[in-house]
């Protein structure tokens, strides 16, 4: 089967342009220039998709799908469900799940899962805990995308503290470390100091108990660690200004490579916003300052950071409930994240051509994916269409997450996804999501 999709303007490698491109079976065969460009072969069918853009699917590289263990808030069918609905056509995700994916047998069924459920590409994360560097000599580098440790205790207790468990993590991983940084010495500090007022502190002094002191510490730390041991370290959701002045210290090969991973939430709101949206916006790291949030958005276009993910994280409306101590951290943006940064794209604070290099092709680049993050001939038919047209509202019947809520409810957006392809299946058109269709997992080099 050869699809033509015409008319359409393609964004790829830093250009935005007029083309046409074909998909046969499950790849990409050819990418036209040009308004009235035609195929080398002939098609079996034409999609015409004039006014929209026409981009490489999303990977989003950090969510938490929760299965197994935790399907009261998300299965792995009902996220992917909202991946493929917001334009994301592969998702790594995370290991705090119940049993953790901490052992060859519990990564071994997440796969397993996956392969009956998701509805797009998939990889899971390893994680790392104080006694299980051993196994990392034994995990298939084409497989995965690298291992999760959490420096900061976090949804899950998955808390690395022991200095010669942290020396080992980085001296022996053969693949990138993914860290969760936040000092938690200073943080249980700062709930103590809290809760002298209330055993349950209101929501907006999140980020001063989840401070940037504790960011800034544990960020510092990683980075002299993946120093000494030559390791590859992706920060992952930095949430301060403080942190980006580390990412900026010049690197040299011998130090091996460190970046960075800002998520949805970090640009999308501040602590200005706690009054509005109370807990539904707790998140660790917490969403700190207007000056954090305006930095961040300008460390989009100066390389401080490599790629924008989600930190994908659904839990019941219940367990969001209360304040600091007692509201669930962790909200759900995976199928309006890329609606979401086209409106940044809109408001001046990056490029089109840098959106897709952030959540499509560095992604790719970093964790070393085979053939998907980019429009290429060859590669794997993942592709988003989206248009801007009509306004629309976010409203509990259209959120495709089991937990049926998001902290967007009542926004207006312009853009919106038209199209998902993934391996060149039809898997989300005219606001219906293919059910039926399973993705592969994803394979690395």
């Known amino acids: ?16 342009f007029d083309g046409s491109l074909v998909i046969e079976d499950e790849v990409i065969a050819e990418i036209l220039e040009g308004k009235d460009a035609q195929p080398a072969k002939p098609v079996d069918q034409t999609m015409d998709v004039a006014g929209c ?11 938490h799908f929760r299965e197994p263990g935790l399907t009261d808030k998300a299965t ?3 996220e ?70 959490f420096m900061g205790s976090s949804t899950g207790n ?57 960011c800034l510490a544990s960020t510092r730390k990683a980075i002299g660690l993946a120093r000494r041991h030559h390791a590859r370290l992706h920060v992952a959701h930095v949430s301060t200004a403080e942190e980006l002045e580390l990412l900026s210290l010049p690197q040299t090969p011998s130090e091996g490579l460190i970046t960075a991973e800002v998520c949805v939430g970090y640009l999308l709101f501040s602590a200005l916003d706690y009054q509005r949206l109370g807990s539904r916006i707790k998140v660790n790291p917490a969403i700190k300052s207007p000056v954090d949030q305006f930095m961040l958005r300008q460390a989009l276009n100066d390389g401080r950071i490599t790629t924008i993910a989600t930190d994908h994280a659904p839990h019941l409306l219940a367990q969001k409930q209360g304040g600091c101590a007692k509201a669930a951290s962790g909200m759900p943006m995976v199928q309006f994240s890329l609606v979401s940064m086209l409106e940044l794209v809109d408001a001046g604070v990056l490029t089109i051509e840098r959106l897709v290099e952030l959540m499509a092709h560095h992604p790719a680049r970093l964790f070393e994916v085979r053939r998907r993050g980019y429009l290429r001939p060859g590669y794997q038919a993942d592709i988003v269409i989206v248009r801007k047209g009509k306004p629309w509202q976010v409203t509990t019947d259209i959120i495709q997450s089991k937990c049926r809520w998001s902290p967007l409810e009542g926004h207006q957006f312009r853009w919106q996804v038209d199209k998902t392809f993934c391996n060149g299946h039809l898997i989300y058109n005219n606001k219906e999501v293919d059910g039926q269709y399973i993705g592969q997992p994803i394979s690395f080099r």
Do not use: W
């Open 158 to 214: 998955m808390l690395v503290d022991r200095e010669e468990a942290l020396d080992r993590i980085f001296s022996t991983a053969r693949l990138p470390i993914m860290a969760h940084c936040e000092d938690t010495a200073i943080i249980n500090q700062n709930m103590q100091t809290a809760l002298e007022g209330s055993d349950d502190p209101d929501v907006s002094l999140h980020p001063f108990i989840r401070s940037e002191e504790a």
């Open 53 to 63: 853009l026409v981009l490489p699917g999303v990977i989003d590289s950090h969510v």
């Open 80 to 149: 992917s469900r909202a991946a493929a609905a917001g334009g994301v056509t592969s998702f790594f995700d995370m290991p705090n799940t119940v049993p953790q994916t901490t052992t060859l047998e519990t990564l071994d069924e997440k796969f397993r899962i996956a392969a009956r459920s998701s509805h797009v590409n998939y990889s899971f994360f390893f994680g790392a805990t104080n006694d299980n560097a051993g196994l990392f000599s034994q995990l298939d580098c084409h497989r995965i995308p690298g291992i999760k440790l």
């Open 76 to 78: 792995i069918d009902s």
């Open 1 to 16: 089967m050869r699809t033509l999709i015409t008319h359409g303007r393609l964004v790829n490698e830093g250009r935005c």
